[in-house]
């Protein structure tokens, strides 16, 4: 089981906990009220001094009326956010109690008609105004056994059972409300937590998609300026044998011969390319070397390709090694392939310790319009990943350049 799996499982577990709690809550407020209604009235009958048959059914009918308030009205209250509808319904339950103890002469139980009330102001008030509705409910308890009785002796007597069923009901019901609203606010955290996890989820995704499309664009350019360089080079020496091979055969061969050299190197560079996209490189030859390495595979008769270094070489970091080795590879290749130059510069300048800048400049025919290939949004895409910039220059007419510019990583 996955951990989206886990949390959606518990959100469940959570939300039905949350919904048998809530039911119990209010169908035992709901049972408990009609229980005590029907208690007070059972004791306050059983010693009731009222022998009126009218007094006894206007107290049934009161009766009948808070009990369906108290079930019916809170249940309404609870779902609308009214203050007005609030006190209406508490003044009204207040009103109906009172009446049932004046007229029930304060006999039996009948005074704890109110407890009940007690519970539903903690449940639909905040604490202020529930403080406030306990006031009104202890002056309704008193008022009501005042105006019958005018006996401050029973009021006394009869006030701290009253007040301790008011005060246990009053904690009990506010762990209980406590207790929910913290339940409420678990299933809450938990369908965040779960949002949150999905979230992670597709990010995770979103990063495995980047990184192999990354990977796939590295191994694109592994191929496109190793192998590719190779193959371009081999096929221009195999073009200039096959011009000379008539005329000079001695010049042909030569041409064969290192065209059959160029490609052992190209059985060697595509082992480097697949070590590179395994691991980096960090043992590395001179740059400079391997550029001259390049220019010396790449030259036909009737092009140049001249290297130059520029200030004392120092050590650069694995990166910018192979992002300024694959840049003079490509721009050898496109130099040879479309711009019929005959003079190829490449220049390795290390005169800023900061920043080392490579260019490669041809005296080609440029081109009319530029066209960003794979080749050059290879070589873009290597120096942006080193925080780089990478300027080029066409002169149609009069050659091509790239200069690329490099910040130096202290070693």
């Given at each position: 089981m996955g951990i989206c799996d886990w949390n959606?499982?518990?959100?469940?577990?959570?939300?039905?906990?949350?919904?048998?709690?809530?039911?119990?809550?209010?169908?035992?407020?709901?049972?408990?009220?009609?229980?005590?209604?029907?208690?007070?009235?059972?004791?306050?009958?059983?010693?009731?001094?009222?022998?009126?048959?009218?007094?006894?059914?206007?107290?049934?009918?009161?009766?009948i009326a808070y009990i369906a308030n108290g079930i019916y009205g809170f249940s309404y209250i609870r779902k609308v956010n009214s203050s007005f509808i609030k006190g209406f319904y508490f003044f009204s339950q207040f009103l109906i109690g009172g009446l049932i103890i004046y007229f029930g002469r304060g006999a039996g139980f009948s005074p704890l008609i109110l407890l009940p009330v007690v519970a539903h102001t903690v449940i639909v008030l905040d604490?202020?105004?529930?403080?406030?509705?306990?006031?009104?409910?202890?002056?309704?308890?008193?008022?009501?056994?005042?105006?019958?009785?005018?006996?401050?002796?029973?009021?006394?007597?009869?006030?701290?059972?009253?007040f301790a069923g008011q005060v246990?009901?009053?904690?009990?019901?506010?762990?209980?409300v406590t207790e929910q609203k913290a339940r409420k606010k678990l299933e809450k955290l938990a369908e965040e937590l779960s949002i949150a996890n999905k979230q992670?989820?597709?990010?995770?995704?979103?990063?495995h998609e980047l990184a192999v499309?990354?990977?796939?664009?590295?191994?694109?350019?592994?191929?496109?300026?190793?192998?590719?360089?190779?193959?371009?080079?081999?096929?221009?020496q195999i073009k200039a044998a096959e011009a000379l091979l008539h005329s000079e055969p001695q010049k042909a061969g030569e041409m064969l011969e290192k065209a059959k050299k160029l490609t052992s190197e190209a059985l060697v560079e595509v082992r480097d390319s697949v070590y590179a996209l395994r691991k980096d490189m960090t043992e590395l030859s001179d740059l400079t070397s391997r550029v001259n390495e390049l220019a010396e595979g790449a030259r036909v008769p009737g092009r140049a390709i001249n290297v130059n270094l520029m200030g004392d070489s120092y050590e650069l970091s694995p990166q910018t090694y192979i992002t300024i080795y694959r840049a003079a590879q490509e721009t050898i290749n496109n130099a040879q392939?479309?711009?019929?130059?005959?003079?190829?510069e490449l220049t390795?300048?290390?005169?800023?310790?900061?920043?080392?800048v490579f260019c490669a400049s041809d005296n080609g025919i440029g081109v009319e319009e530029l066209k960003t290939g794979y080749g050059l949004i290879g070589i873009q895409e290597r120096v942006r990943l080193l925080n780089g910039e990478v300027l080029i220059e066409n002169r149609p007419g009069a050659g091509f350049?790239?200069?690329?510019?490099?910040?130096v990583t202290k070693q």
């Open positions: 959606r499982n518990a959100i469940i577990e959570t939300m039905e906990n949350n919904t048998s709690s809530g039911l119990n809550l209010t169908t035992g407020i709901d049972l408990a009220f009609a229980l005590v209604v029907f208690i007070s009235f059972f004791s306050a009958f059983s010693s009731s001094p009222v022998t009126s048959l009218f007094l006894i059914m206007l107290i049934v009918i009161l009766g604490d202020n105004w529930s403080l406030l509705a306990n006031l009104g409910i202890l002056l309704t308890f008193t008022i009501s056994l005042w105006a019958f009785s005018h006996d401050f002796f029973q009021i006394w007597k009869a006030f701290p059972v009253f246990f009901i009053l904690i009990f019901t506010q762990m209980t992670l989820s597709e990010y995770a995704e979103q990063v499309a990354q990977e796939r664009n590295r191994f694109a350019r592994e191929i496109h300026d190793g192998l590719g360089h190779y193959l371009t080079t081999i096929n221009m392939k479309y711009s019929q130059a005959d003079l190829i390795l300048d290390y005169r800023n310790p900061d920043q080392f350049s790239v200069i690329i510019k490099l910040p």
